[in-house]
């Protein structure tokens, strides 16, 4: 029987974010060949993925030998060495076939690197910081999600002033412009929720909103800061 050929990842630069890419996927049964010029840094995961390789990717002739073409989706995960980060997407690019994704340090090395053709920009650090300050400015706020420059999604807890209260009761909408997508229950998820539809303590709101208007949300409904 014909089945959909499992997807090939290549990773490039095992740091923190690159090992901990290679690692997943191959946890999720992918099949990864993992690339540092780093010996040290391909023993670690040699364990772990399929294939890891030492090789310097801004040599065009290095990534041939491994037939980066033939995989569907190169991560490109160098980081501190922006220019080998460039040369990598760029040679990357110039060869064709895979997907490029590239974690970018910075805006304006993530501006050079869509210039050139990555298919997907990533922004870790940042994206990681953003979330963590949400959750320290509202401890209710369990996730947040950047989908444009403008909107968010946030995963926000059901507070005790919000719990035996239906979604018209509570206004989000009227109140701060924000829209109530979906409610979690426990491993259900309410993709449609009801306006009367009574929350429970244990509920998790996923709210999709202008950022600002969904920072007014997480503030009105943190509690106060507790001071010694
Ligand atoms: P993280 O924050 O994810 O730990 P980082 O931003 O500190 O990463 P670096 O440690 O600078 O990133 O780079 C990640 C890896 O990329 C390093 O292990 C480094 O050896 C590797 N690397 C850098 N340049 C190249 C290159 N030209 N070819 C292959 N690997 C490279």
């Not at 060495?81 to 590239?102: F, H």
């Not at 926000?156 to 909408?173: Q, S």
């Not at 426990?186 to 306006?195: F, Q, V």
């Amino acid at each position: 029987m014909a089945h959909a050929a499992k997807k090939q990842f290549a990773v490039i630069g095992l740091g923190r974010f690159g090992s901990s890419i290679a690692t997943s996927l191959s946890n999720m049964g992918f099949d990864v060949l993992a690339i540092d010029s780093d010996e040290h840094r391909v023993q670690e995961l040699s364990n772990v993925v399929t294939h890891a390789v030492s090789a310097d990717s801004t040599e065009e002739e290095a990534l041939r030998a491994l037939g980066i073409r033939n995989f569907d989706v190169v991560v490109v995960a160098i980081g501190e060495d922006i220019q080998a980060s460039i040369l990598t997407t760029l040679i990357l690019k110039d060869m064709g076939g895979p997907l490029i994704v590239v974690k970018a340090q910075n805006e304006l090395h993530g501006k050079v690197l869509k210039k050139i053709g990555a298919d997907k920009v990533v922004y870790p650090e940042r994206d990681m910081g953003l979330r963590v300050a949400h959750h320290l400015i509202s401890p209710n706020i369990l996730d947040y999600i950047e989908i444009s420059d403008e909107y968010s999604i946030v995963e926000h807890t059901v507070t005790k002033a919000m719990v035996g209260k239906n979604l018209k009761e509570l206004e989000i909408r009227a109140k701060f412009g924000c829209n109530v997508m979906a409610i979690k229950r426990g491993s259900k998820m309410n993709i449609s929720p009801d306006a009367s539809e009574r929350l429970t303590e244990d509920d998790i709101l996923v709210i999709v909103g202008e950022r600002n208007d969904l920072t007014k949300l997480e503030l009105y409904y943190a509690p106060q800061p507790v001071r010694n």
